[in-house]
C-alpha cells in the first residue's frame, strides 16, 4: 500500500448562499477547517451544521447539492458546498383550538408562557423555524395532561395563506 502525502483543506467555498452571509456559513464549519487534514466525519458534521441553520432559519427544503474537493495545491485541496435553499417558510403566528370544547380562553394562559409567548402576537412573519414544533408539541401535551387529560390528541395544522406565510394552528382533541 503506498498512501502519499495526506489531503490537506486550505479553504472551503460555497455556492448558491444568499440568505447567510458567507462568514456565517464558514463559522459553521470551523472545526473542519481548522483541522489539518482531512476528516470525512468533520465535513459530514459540516454538512449538517449547515442543514440545521438552514432549517432553524425556515428553509425546510435547504439541501446541500454538492460537497468535494478541489485540488489547489500539491495535496492541498479547497473543499466547495454547493447549497440549494429552497423557499423559505415565515410563520404569521400560533393558535390554539379545541373543536370539542369550543372555549379557547382556556388556552390563553399557556399562549402567554415559553415556548408560545414569542410567536403567539407577532408583529410580522418571521422564520419558522420546524424545530418549534416539537417544543411547542412538547409543551402543549404536557399542559393538557396536567389540566387532566391524559389521553388527548394534539395535532399542528399548518395552514398557509395567500402571501405564503403560515399560521400555526394547534388542534387538541380530547379522548
Known amino acids: 500500500i503506498v498512501e502519499g502525502p495526506r489531503a490537506r483543506i486550505a479553504d472551503l467555498s460555497f455556492e448558491g448562499v444568499t440568505y447567510f452571509s ?15 487534514f482531512f476528516d470525512q466525519r468533520l465535513a459530514r458534521t459540516c454538512r449538517d ?9 425556515g428553509f ?8 468535494d474537493a478541489q485540488l489547489v495545491g ?5 473543499y466547495h458546498f454547493v447549497i440549494n435553499e429552497g423557499p423559505q ?7 390554539i383550538v379545541c373543536p370539542e370544547l ?45 389540566k387532566g387529560y391524559l389521553q388527548a390528541t394534539i395535532k399542528p395544522d399548518l395552514r398557509h395563506d395567500e402571501a405564503g406565510h403560515i399560521d400555526l394552528v394547534w388542534v387538541v382533541e380530547h379522548a
Open 89 to 95: 417558510r415565515l410563520l404569521k403566528s400560533v393558535s
Open 60 to 67: 425546510w427544503d435547504c439541501r446541500v447539492q454538492r460537497a
Open 102 to 146: 369550543g372555549d379557547q380562553a382556556q388556552f390563553d394562559d399557556i399562549l402567554e408562557q415559553v415556548p408560545f409567548i414569542e410567536y403567539a402576537h407577532l408583529e410580522k412573519p418571521l422564520p419558522f423555524d420546524m424545530y418549534l414544533v416539537q417544543e411547542q408539541r412538547r409543551a402543549l401535551l404536557a399542559y393538557v395532561q396536567k
Open 74 to 78: 500539491q495535496s492541498t485541496y479547497r
Open 22 to 36: 458567507l462568514e456565517q456559513v464558514q463559522a459553521l464549519c470551523k472545526d473542519f477547517k481548522r483541522n489539518a
Open 49 to 57: 451544521e449547515i442543514m440545521q441553520a438552514y432549517v432553524r432559519a
